[in-house]
């Protein structure tokens, strides 16, 4: 028999209070408080990283220029460029996609519904 044997009235009492809903509400209540401290963390990481790189493509040529100095002036002159062509493709691509289209360039073909997917 592998049964949990006999167990005294003290197990049977801890065993009953910890299947009990308000210990599980509480013990669910402690894991959510647990994981949301380990999130805040992660994020407060992720939004510094974030605040960093935001800040080397915003002054593109410099940090390109700093990153390979180390290997001479001609590749910090390469690098600088390569940056700051970046960091202006990037500012280009944010205004084009920022553009409401609709508005400017009107549509020749309205957009009709699918015949499968109107209910009516």
Aim: hydrophobic residues 50%; glycine residues 10%.
């Amino acid at each position: 028999m592998l049964g949990k044997g006999v167990m005294s009235r003290e197990e049977v009492l801890v065993e009953k209070a910890m299947e009990s809903c308000a210990f599980r509400t509480v013990m669910s209540g402690v894991t959510v408080k647990m994981i949301l401290q380990d999130m805040k963390g992660r994020m407060l990481s992720n939004a510094k990283s974030f605040a960093i790189l935001g800040a080397m493509f915003a002054s593109g040529g410099i940090v390109g220029g700093v990153i390979e100095l180390r290997a001479g002036p001609w590749a910090g002159l390469w690098g600088a460029t390569g940056f700051a062509a970046f960091s202006t493709l990037h500012l280009l691509l944010d205004y084009y996609f920022r553009i409401d289209l609709s508005v400017t360039v009107p549509s020749p073909h309205p957009v009709k519904s699918w015949p499968m997917l109107d209910q009516s």
